[in-house]
């Protein structure tokens, strides 16, 4: 499919496909655990109904994005792969996460870096986070992004917590201040805003953002993250979270490019 012709522009346009409901994580009966409101193809079809949609709107990359349920995010991202295979055309992906609360877990229950061994096969542009937490609380889970993560790592945090009336009192300057920080430090590359934030928050000083450090162990999904040290391949493809033969001892440090 070729793209609509656009005037040349310095901006790029971003579209998100965001989360759906209801999502594959709902349990709508505890007395059948293997019924859903919504199956894995509906999604698709809804995800590449939505992608198609978004390049014709001059779409220059797609970000999945607000992602608490992984396999509602590899339902979108098997959607987009299929228009790209299927149209003949190629954008940018981005992948944004959401951790929920303090235990530092999706919804789902992964952790950051189970989430990113999760949906690191579509090759993104880069992996990042989003909703729920404001900066300040989202540095650790976007330090460990950027520790483990062989991409580019973006946050859009909120504005702070809400209050009790459902807003958000944090300022501009506030939230500026911490993603200074987050720069300083090196972890980050991409940076914009959510839940209660404005246009000043995404524009800390001009500096050279360094780029992130990349593992080079292999890694496995799951609730929480397995990596394996071993040369041996028979090891690697045994090695799950939930595997009897999951590393618990102490591992060597990974290497860092």
Not at 41 to 59: C, P
Not at 97 to 104: L, R
Not at 166 to 194: H, Q, R
Request: with cysteine; charged share 20%; glycine share 8%.
């Amino acid at each position: 499919m070729p793209r609509p012709s656009k005037p040349r522009q310095a901006a790029l346009r971003r579209r998100g496909a965001g989360p759906h409901q209801p999502d594959l994580l709902d349990l709508p009966d505890v007395n059948d655990p293997g019924y859903r409101n919504v199956t894995f193809d509906l999604l698709v079809e809804n995800y590449i109904e939505a992608t198609r949609g978004l390049i014709e709107g001059g779409a220059d990359l797609i970000l999945i994005e607000t992602i608490f349920d992984t396999l509602n995010a590899k339902a979108a991202i098997f959607a987009v792969q299929q228009v790209f295979e299927d149209d003949g055309i190629e954008l940018p992906i981005m992948i944004s996460g959401t951790i929920t609360d303090a235990s530092g877990r999706t919804l789902s229950g992964q952790t950051t870096e189970a989430f990113w061994n999760s949906v690191r096969h579509a090759n993104p542009i880069s992996v990042g986070l989003n909703c729920a937490l404001g900066a300040k609380d989202l540095r650790p889970y976007l330090e460990e992004l950027s520790n483990k993560a062989g991409t580019h790592v973006s946050a859009h945090p909120n504005a702070g917590l809400p209050n009790a009336f459902g807003e958000y009192d944090e300022t501009p300057a506030e939230t500026a201040a911490v993603i200074e920080e987050f720069a300083a430090s090196g972890f980050l590359n991409i940076i914009g805003g959510c839940c209660g934030t404005t246009p000043g928050i995404s524009r800390p000083s001009p500096r050279q953002w360094p780029s992130t450090r990349h593992g080079r162990s292999p890694r496995f999904p799951g609730p929480a993250a397995c990596r394996a040290w071993s040369r041996s391949p028979s090891t690697a493809a045994r090695c799950s979270s939930t595997s009897e033969n999951a590393p618990t001892s102490q591992v060597p440090p990974v290497s860092r490019g």
